[in-house]
């Protein structure tokens, strides 16, 4: 059998595109590169350039992979918090709408399994850290609402129809494969490691704070970094759990403690040697102070056991992907 990855030239498809492969399954990779690049899918995956919400395109996709596809990884969308309040319309077409065509389409191809890239966006502002699945789901940017609404959507229709749907919340997904295979290589991308990163390299002129006045140790907002090689792996247990006929879950992905954006910035100065100037402005419109995961229930629904839990590592893999993208782009 083979596994459709939608979204598989952007930056966490690509790692789980890697880590498929590794474990010997068959991999076709269907983006549009709106935001990927052809060159961060793995030589041995098969590639379409085409759009999730493209019939044909899909077909095509499910052509290429020359087997039965039993399994689609959605990673395809968009993701810009900011970008969401500015652009809703964006969000709710490529995020809900788009996942609605796919998941008929690969319905109708007779796939059994998908597992859906859901956020802690979903929570909103959560009041008291950590949050557990249970928590209420209040979105407060367009980005979490539109992902929100398409859980539900794979709900109702794995609900009706002989569906398994695996949905993960991941939490702030930073670093790059140890071996240097693949890393956040994304157009336009704003994370806050992957900008630290670039300003450690003089790519930029700095780094602006959104936000000092949060009701945090330091005033600054307060994320749950997960390493991107230990998400690809819950995917990776989430894909046997359907395949052994698991009817569905709905799993936070974090490590359950979080790092403020002060003590982030100043781990990428302390791994990079560079003190890169840091400015301060007001708060990023539709940002929450803190979200911090509540992972008892992956732990044990999947025996997830996560292995880079360490904003040094995170920073460092991170920082020796932006090193090899700058070589890359003066080569
Ligand atoms: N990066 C994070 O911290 C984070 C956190 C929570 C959830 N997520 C979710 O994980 C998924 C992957 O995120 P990422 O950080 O790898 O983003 P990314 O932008 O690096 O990758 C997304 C890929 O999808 C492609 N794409 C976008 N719309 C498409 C469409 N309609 N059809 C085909 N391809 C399309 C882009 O070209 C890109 O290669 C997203 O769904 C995102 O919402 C990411
Ligand atoms: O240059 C920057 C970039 C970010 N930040 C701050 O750093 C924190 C983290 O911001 P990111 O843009 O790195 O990440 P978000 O928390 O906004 O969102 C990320 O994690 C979410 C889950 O928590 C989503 O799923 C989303 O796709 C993903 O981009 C925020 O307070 C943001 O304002 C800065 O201060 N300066």
Redesign the pocket.
Known sequence: MAVLV??????????MAWRLLDAGERVVV????????AW?VPPAARFVQ?????GQ?LARALDLAGEPVDAVL??????SVPESVERPEKYYR??TC?TLA?VEGCRAAGIANVIF?????VYGEVGSDPVDESAPALPTSP?GTS?LMSERMLADIAGAHSLRCGVL??????GADPQGRTG????G?G?LLKVACEAALGLRDGLTIHGTDYPTRDGTAERDF?H?TDLVEAHYLALQQLRAGDAGFTLNCGYGRGYTVLETIGAVKRLSGSDFPVHTGPRRPGDIASVIADNRQILARLGWAPVHDDIDTIAAHALAWERKLLQRSES
């Open positions: 939608t979204g598989g030239a952007g930056y966490i498809g690509s790692h269907l983006d549009s590169l709106e935001g990927g690049h961060s085409g759009d999730v919400a493209d395109a959605h990673f395809a969308g968009s993701v490529n995020n788009a796919l890239s859901s956020t802690a966006a980005y992902k919340r991941y939490f702030n997904v930073a956040h290589s994304t157009r991308a994370h997960i991107v």
